[in-house]
């Protein structure tokens, strides 16, 4: 285990309804203390409520996207200073349903994690392999080159990202990477980003995300280089998205 404050954070993805979120939300403040920094990211409509569900506490919130403009006629777009306006902490940029069903690239990825650092949203950037591209041996050129792109683009801000890694089989699969093999691509990535920004790699936090679950999260986060978890279909419970939370704690 390192010493790096853990960080879990909950992805929402397009769950939720008002009454719903109330309920999961005081169950997650309710359980309070938690050892390790705690956020969720609600669907968009939800972040003014989530916000003043969350007021005087220590859980944070944030978006599950937002836009590469400032703003503008891009209909359906959310820009990061609108994010920033409702107290978001972070925005998740880059996940794989997002390149995946939307087309966004690499560069685009890299453009919406700047557009949040220029807000001062800290963005957290998903990055992550194919079943086929890990077949094929390609999963360390794939992250790699995902995370170039954002390394590039931010200069000598890349040290202000999370970066989540989320082998694309293990999403939502009930698959989840083994912790030797999450670990092995969180060392690499560490690596890359100590290339960049120096030491400040040693104190950024990189994240696990793909089926992760009360019973499985404790030996992931015990990595050298696991600081916590992107937690999707667990974050949607409160007893397993707590759970998770204390077996990072
Ligand atoms: C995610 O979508 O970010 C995720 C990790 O999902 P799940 O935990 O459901 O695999």
């Known amino acids: 285990m390192n010493t790096r404050r853990k960080l879990v954070v909950g992805n929402w993805k397009m769950h ?8 999961l939300l005081d169950g997650i403040a309710g359980a309070r203390p938690f050892g390790c920094d705690v956020a969720v990211c609600p669907p968009f409509p939800y972040l003014a409520e989530t916000a003043v569900a969350l007021a005087g506490t220590d859980i944070r919130w944030g978006a599950q996207d937002c836009s590469a403009h400032e703003q503008g006629a891009y209909t359906g777009e959310v820009s990061a200073g609108m994010l920033q306006e409702f107290g ?31 807000r001062g949203v800290t963005p957290i950037v ?22 170039a792109a954002v390394i ?33 691509v969180h060392a690499l990535l560490r690596a890359q980003l100590r290339a960049a920004t120096g ?31 992107l937690i999707g279909g667990a974050s949607l419970k409160a007893a397993d998205f707590v759970a998770i939370c204390r077996a990072a704690g």
Not at 94 to 118: C, F, I, N, P
Not at 128 to 134: C, V
Not at 154 to 169: D, K, S, T
């Open 16 to 23: 939720g309804s008002r009454k719903g979120n109330a309920e």
């Open 152 to 184: 590039h683009t931010l200069a000598h801000c890349a040290g202000e990202i999370v970066v989540a890694y989320e082998p694309v089989w293990a999403i939502g699969t009930g698959r989840t990477a083994t912790p030797e093999q999450a670990q092995a």
């Open 88 to 118: 978001c902490r972070y925005v998740i940029v880059g996940h794989s349903e997002r390149r995946a069903y939307h087309g966004e690239s690499d560069q685009l990825v890299a453009d919406k994690a700047k557009a949040a650092l220029a």
């Open 126 to 147: 998903c990055v992550g392999e194919t079943l086929a591209q890990r077949e094929a041996g390609e999963t360390a050129d794939v992250v790699k080159r995902q995370l």
């Open 199 to 229: 030491s400040r790699a040693d104190e950024m936090k990189l994240l696990y995300g793909g089926s992760v679950k009360p019973d499985n999260a404790r030996e992931l986060f015990a990595q050298a280089d696991i600081d916590g978890g």
